[in-house]
């Protein structure tokens, strides 16, 4: 274990949960001291999206050239659009011993698990199915078939949990995110610890 390299923090769960809505929460909070890596994905842009804030809009083309070069930690096609997390920024900023957060869906969260073990997986679950889908058409971003889709989609994501080392209710924004950013913190001293246990092993070898 290496605790001077930054914690791959990874948050998903289904579409129209508060991902998004809770990452903000967390980012606007002076306190976070952990870095968003932002995705790439082949989706239209929405209004009041910004290339390179947002997301890195790129066309299928680019997307599927980037899959060839094995730029991608984990890609995923989701509802017809590519999205995928880009390898160098965030080797880069984990070696520089900097935490880095990820919010994706559940398919590309499983590929994550399977490179980063050690990688911290938390899951954003609704109060309910009927919360999902009332946040959904609140949203209003998708045609009703996109959000039938969704929730058939979240249906079967929710059956994931148990793969996760924690589960976030996320019922108020900013309980979640308090819970989300106590996890983080508790991570970090359980870590810390047994690498000082480790270390004491060690010497004691040693001696
Ligand atoms: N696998 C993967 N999923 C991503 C990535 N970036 C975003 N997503 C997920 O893709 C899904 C759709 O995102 P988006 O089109 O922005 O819709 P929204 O999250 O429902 O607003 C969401 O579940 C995102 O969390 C990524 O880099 N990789
Ligand atoms: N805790 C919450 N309570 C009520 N509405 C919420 C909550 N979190 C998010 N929402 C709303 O639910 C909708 C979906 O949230 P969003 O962050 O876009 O989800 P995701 O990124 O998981 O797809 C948005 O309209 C958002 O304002």
Known sequence: MNTEKGLLIV???????????VRKAIFDDPITDFEYSISMTTRKMRVGEIDGVDYFFKSREEFEALIEADEFIE??????????????????TMDAGKDVFLEIEVEGAKQVRRKFPD?????????????????????????????????????????????????????????AKRK????????????????ARFRKMLLEAKK
Do not use: W
């Not at 948050?11 to 809505?21: E, Q």
């Not at 890609?75 to 880069?92: F, I, K």
């Open 119 to 175: 990688a911290l997986f938390i899951f954003l679950a609704p109060p309910s199915l009927a919360h999902l889908e009332e946040r959904l058409i609140g949203r209003g971003t998708e045609s009703k078939d996109v959000i039938a889709y969704r929730i058939s989609e979240a249906r079967k994501e929710v059956e994931m949990m148990n793969l996760y080392d924690y589960v976030v209710v996320n019922d108020e924004v900013l309980e």
């Open 75 to 92: 890609y995923a096609e989701y509802v017809g659009n590519y999205y995928g997390t880009p390898v160098q920024y965030v080797r880069e």
């Open 11 to 21: 948050l998903s769960g289904p579409s129209g949960v508060g991902k998004g809505t």
């Open 180 to 195: 989300i950013q106590t996890i983080v913190e508790a991570e970090h001293l359980k870590r810390e610890r047994i690498e």
